[in-house]
């Protein structure tokens, strides 16, 4: 079973390009999220999207969007890479009813990027 | 503010019992999960709380106080493959997930 794909699995950019992170999912969820995670932090979440077609602000938005044209995708762009998103990224996706997420979060495997 | 606080680091004996415990602040409450995540790898679901008390899954237990912004996660009979990080995340008022920085869990032999 699939569940949620990400590409890259890891990638080394130079500051100043644009990247996009793939995520797709099979499990016709929801919702679905974009995480960063640093070594000493916890998770921080960039945008999420609670349906296709609409997208939100996490804790962490800046130099990053998303966009839900379907309920399958969640791609995260960088416009212009700096050295501070360097970091591991996680998609997640979550079965949420009525508008309230209390479902478990299924996460991707992660994309590590690197910002020289 | 928003605030999850749990050790940073525990280390515990094959076969032994440990106890990972989370404090919580949050806007509002609408349950706590645990993760595990495994060095390179995603975070995997263990449990959700919502009702104070204990629920046990086979030799993990996850315990909630709401009135004290407390949780804890139990381990039974500890397997060297349970070496990991055990990350806690309460979920607040606008069911956005709020993360701490996780417990890294060493299992010696």
């Known amino acids: 079973t699939a569940g949620i794909t990400q590409a890259p699995t890891s990638q080394i950019l130079a500051a100043g390009r644009s990247m996009t992170l793939r995520c797709t999912q099979d499990m016709r969820h929801n919702a679905m999220y974009w995480y960063r995670q640093d070594l000493g932090l916890g998770l921080r979440l960039i945008h999420y999207s609670n349906t296709a077609g609409t997208t939100g602000k996490g804790e962490v938005p800046d130099g990053y969007s998303v966009s839900r044209a379907i309920t399958d995708d969640l791609p995260l762009t960088l416009a212009s890479a700096v050295p501070s998103q360097t970091s591991v990224y996680f998609c997640?996706?979550?079965?949420?009813?009525?508008?309230?997420?209390?479902?478990?979060?299924?996460f991707g495997e992660g994309s590590r990027l690197t910002v020289l | 503010g928003q605030n999850i606080d749990q050790p940073t680091e525990m280390t515990a004996t094959e076969g032994a019992i440990v106890q990972i415990n989370c404090t919580y602040q949050t806007s509002g409450f609408n349950g706590l999960f645990w993760y595990q995540q495994h060095a390179g790898e995603a975070p995997t679901f263990l449990s959700y709380n919502v009702l104070d008390g204990l629920e046990e899954k086979g030799r993990f237990s996850s315990f909630l106080s709401r009135s004290k912004g407390y949780s804890y996660l139990l381990l039974k009979e500890l397997q060297m493959k349970d070496s990991a990080s055990y990350l806690c995340a309460a979920m607040d008022s606008n069911y956005q997930l709020i993360w701490g920085a996780g417990t890294k869990l060493i299992i010696k032999p």
């Open positions: 997640a996706s979550s079965d949420s009813s009525g508008g309230a997420n209390t479902g478990e979060l299924f």
